[in-house]
């Protein structure tokens, strides 16, 4: 079979709706010979001269009346279908999205976010997923409608990013430990029995690098995959756990942080998600509300979307 002209359909409504062919070919933007080599051509595709000369006017055939509601319905729903999605209405939406990110974001964010949700668009629902890694299949197939997390270089090239928020490590520690008295010193911080968090179970790290260019060397006494533990033992002990601290706001409860006495680089927390999803309005909305969510306290110090 060869492919119809679905062109031939916005030249019939033409015709039929005009009952001439200049008439039509105005309505188009053709010229009379090209609206009459349509209409020939439209004969030939149908088998029915669908137009016939009365006088100085053209009548439809009963096959031409007979198609006349059909194609008006036809070239109806294809310009609906390529026209352009219109804005989103929060208050209508009916969808249920899927957000990979930590328990820290979870607890920091999600109240906040699920509050406005609730206020703004009760019929969606925000699922927070588990995120045992960073491979970006997930969002590539459909299944994650966002990732948060810090850029590396595990991160696909052509996921699209915003940031939300910028963050910086603290050193953090029971009440009444040992470090809290007196000015906390590089030298007292590496004499410190620390638990080391990493997912990875690798046992060095970037405060590692900077302790080693002083000379210091800190004592790793356990290793944790997770902040929330590792908030837990140092809130039973006298080991020091250093995290984000925006990232851990909401699980410090009474524990004492306290400034890195060195410079140790921040991270910052972006949004992810496939490049499939950018003209969706829903999607674009929600994220909308996830940065403006983060851009309000604790979350003060901003930073600039990414190109």
């Known amino acids: 079979m060869t492919t119809p002209d679905l062109n031939l359909l916005l ?85 249920t999205f899927r957000l990979r990110s930590s328990d820290g974001f979870v607890e920091a964010v999600g109240p906040a976010l699920l509050a406005r949700l609730a206020a703004e668009a009760p019929g969606v629902r925000l699922h927070f997923l588990a995120k045992p890694d960073k491979e970006s299949g997930p969002l590539r197939r459909g299944e994650l409608d966002f990732e948060t997390g810090v850029i590396g270089t595990q991160t696909a090239p052509e996921l699209r990013t915003q940031a939300l928020f910028q963050d910086h490590f603290v050193a953090v520690v029971r009440p009444d430990h040992p470090l809290c008295d007196g000015p ?12 080391l968090v990493s997912r990875r179970g690798q046992l060095h790290g970037p405060v590692d690098e900077v302790l080693a260019t002083q000379g210091l060397t800190r004592t790793i006494a356990t290793l944790v995959p997770g902040f929330a533990t590792a908030l837990a033992l140092v809130r039973g002990s006298d080991l020091v756990a250093t995290v984000p601290r925006l990232h851990c706001a909401s699980l410090l409860g009474d524990l004492v942080t306290l400034p890195l006495p060195f410079s140790l680089p921040g991270i910052r927390v972006a949004l992810l998600w496939h490049p499939s999803q950018d003209a969706d309005p829903a999607h674009r909305w929600l994220r909308t509300l996830i940065r403006e969510t983060c851009a309000r306290p604790p979350y003060r110090t901003r930073v600039a979307d990414t190109p």
Not at 22 to 30: K, N, Q, T, W, Y
Not at 36 to 62: H, I, K, N, Y
Not at 66 to 95: H, I, K, N, Y
Not at 184 to 195: D, E, F, G, N, P
């Open 11 to 95: 030249t019939l409504e033409a015709l039929l709706e005009e009952g001439s062919v200049a008439g039509a070919a105005r309505r188009l933007s053709l010229s009379p010979s090209a609206m009459s080599r349509a209409l020939a051509r439209l004969r030939e595709t149908t088998g029915d001269p669908l137009l016939v000369r009365a006088g100085r006017g053209l009548v439809p055939t009963p096959r031409a009346r007979e198609l006349g509601e059909r194609v008006g319905r036809l070239v109806q729903e294809a310009r609906s279908v390529l026209r352009p999605q219109q804005a989103v209405d929060p208050a209508s939406l009916v969808r």
């Open 184 to 195: 906390l010193t590089a030298a007292r911080y590496a004499a410190a029995r620390h638990v």
